[in-house]
């Protein structure tokens, strides 16, 4: 394992996925009494888990076909195009 790798998509990520829609509703599930921390944190991790292995194959998969230059910036594209909605909407 790359650790360099390792720690610059871990780094991204933790960052990305500070203070998004998806550990503000994990927050709410565990602050239900009803539901048990562990099912949640369990069930939380496995969404994430699953995800992110559909992420990496269709990634994989497209970098097949497409350039990963040609991924990044459509990627960026996006990023600049909800950023900039999010602003005028938000």
């Known amino acids: 394992m790359d650790l360099k790798t390792f720690a ?3 780094g991204t990520i933790f960052v990305a996925e500070l ?3 998806t550990q503000l ?5 565990a602050a239900d009494g009803r539901m048990g921390r562990l099912n949640v944190f369990a069930a939380a991790a496995l969404a994430l888990i699953v995800a992110t292995a559909l992420n990496v194959t269709v990634g994989a998969l497209l970098s097949q ?8 910036v459509v990627a960026g594209i996006g990023f600049i195009v909800i950023g900039g909605w999010t602003l005028l909407h938000g």
Not at 25 to 29: E, F, G, I
Not at 65 to 72: F, G, K, N
Request: aromatic share 16%; charged share 15%.
């Open 19 to 21: 203070g998004d829609k």
């Open 65 to 72: 076909y497409v350039s990963v230059r040609h991924l990044q």
């Open 8 to 10: 610059l998509v871990f």
């Open 25 to 29: 509703a994990t927050m709410l599930y």
